[in-house]
């Protein structure tokens, strides 16, 4: 056991892992001040702990081993994506969570990280003249977009598309097959404002000066409020508020309570994180660990720059937390498989592969 503890702690990225860590404890910090009593706090307590055991369980695998645990996790909460499209059970109209065991899950945050592994796999496949991989990946994919559109989710479809489409750019697949694909996402955005109303309104919304903007307007208060250091801890009243000031704005919260200055080490530990994971690329040599760093990363980078601009309003807003950072079990446990893979892709000892 401690053999393979050192075993472990000599070969990962131990930078990346404490930049993780001072990640999650930031997200313990913040749980803290936004409660009022300690239920809240205890339950990110311990999705932070749970997450950084799932995180080191799965940096422990080898690559091979990481590809069989993804396509058991992609079967299973691709099933869960289908059984959600029969429930009734909804959230602000859309069909996004199961409740299992009393626990709220939202299996398309448990896709991500599953799928772009494994397609990786498939475009490496592909890269070597395997043209029927490129085919089964493709339809796998307009699949589980599909699903996640139905729900409906914008957002998360968006994300997931824009992730796999990064994968594509870096594999260096024909430029027409890029183009094409993004043209599509193009066009699922226009019909998104078209045809689902929600979507339409915060569009409009970002838009019109004399539309409601209540939400995004206690979101810039609470950044002017807070200064260069913030009223301190749990001193903040804005996040009384402000709707979602757990998950989707919670850093309006930290720009209240700790500070423009404290925001901007959030923002540097995330950049730093991005590209300390895309400087590794240069070590190796194998395209399915390059392609599946690159769709991993990005996947959090665009995530992370999603929540903070909708909180700044540089771009309409979106339901979507800021990774390890806002509460929700679903986002930190899925971030933390995400990282996971990304420690164990990136270990010394694939680095001569």
Not at 74 to 92: P, S
Not at 154 to 171: H, N, R, V
Not at 232 to 243: D, N, R, S, T
């Amino acid at each position: 056991m401690i053999e393979g503890i050192y075993k472990w702690w000599k070969e990962i990225d131990k930078v990346n892992f404490l930049i993780i860590l001072s990640i999650i404890t930031i997200g313990i910090i913040l749980s803290f001040s936004i409660s009022n009593n300690f239920t809240f706090f205890n339950k990110h307590l311990l999705y932070s702990f749970a997450s950084i055991f799932v995180m080191i369980f799965i940096s422990s695998m080898d690559i091979k081993l990481l590809r069989r645990f993804s396509l058991i996790g992609l079967i299973v909460f691709t099933i869960l994506l289908i059984v959600i499209l029969f429930m009734d059970f909804q959230i602000k109209g859309s069909k996004r969570w199961l409740i299992i065991f009393g626990l709220s899950i939202q299996p398309s945050e448990f896709i991500k990280p599953f799928f772009l592994l494994l397609s990786a796999w498939f475009l490496a496949q592909g890269l070597e003249g395997r043209k029927s991989y490129l085919t089964i990946l493709f339809v796998a994919f307009f699949i589980l977009a599909s699903l996640i559109y139905l729900q409906p989710d914008f957002g998360m479809t968006f994300l997931f598309a824009a992730s796999f489409f990064c994968q594509l750019f870096i594999a260096g697949l024909s430029i027409i097959l890029v183009i094409v694909a993004f043209l599509m996402l193009i066009i699922l955005s226009i019909t998104s404002y078209f045809f689902i109303d929600h979507v339409q309104k915060r569009i409009n919304t970002f838009f019109d000066p004399s539309a409601d903007t209540y939400q995004i307007d206690l979101s810039l208060k609470a950044f002017k409020s807070g200064g260069l250091f913030g009223k301190g801890p749990a001193q903040g009243v804005l996040k009384e508020k402000i709707p979602d000031a757990s998950t989707d704005f919670i850093f309006a919260v930290a720009g209240e309570e700790l500070g423009l200055i404290f925001c901007s080490l959030i923002i540097i530990l995330i950049l730093l994180l991005i590209i300390r994971f895309l400087l590794q690329l240069l070590k190796f040599k194998d395209p399915y660990i390059i392609i599946a760093i690159v769709g991993l990363i990005s996947s959090y980078g665009l995530q992370s720059l999603i929540n903070i601009f909708s909180s700044l309003e540089l771009i309409p807003t979106k339901g979507m937390t800021l990774p390890f950072i806002s509460y929700g079990g679903s986002s930190m446990i899925s971030t933390s498989i995400l990282f996971g893979f990304l420690l164990s892709l990136t270990k010394q000892n694939n680095e001569k592969k």
